[in-house]
Nanobody, 115 residues
């Protein structure tokens, strides 16, 4: 019933840009806080960015001023614009929808930053 599908991951060179998308179905999208996480090989999944249902945004220091989270409620989609990518940004990126006790995850999309 509920599905989150990420897209936009790719292999890019350092300094390049990507725009990730996550489209949700089966939920009342505008009621949910949307977040992006990432997980590098051998590391724990870490929070990256949040866009709450009330319009509040938050980023981790490592991506602040380089990444921008946005959402289009009419399209049931949250985006992550990633600029000036660094090799340490390499990870599988996941989106999450949160509403009180309800939590849903996408399948992830691979971002590889390499020369």
């Amino acid at each position: 019933q509920v599905q989150l599908v990420e897209s936009g991951g790719a292999l890019v060179q350092p300094g390049g840009s990507l725009r990730l998308s996550c489209t949700a179905s089966g939920i009342i999208f505008n009621a949910y806080t949307m977040e992006w996480y990432r997980q590098a090989p051998g590391k724990q999944r870490e929070f990256v960015a949040r866009f709450s249902n009330a319009g509040l945004k938050r980023y981790i220091t490592a991506v602040k001023d380089r990444f921008t989270i946005s959402r289009d409620n009419a399209k049931n989609t949250v985006y992550l614009q990633m600029n000036n990518l660094k090799t340490e940004d390499t990870a599988v990126y996941y989106c999450k929808a949160q509403y009180y006790s309800s939590e849903y995850w996408g399948q992830g999309t691979q971002v590889t930053v390499s020369s």
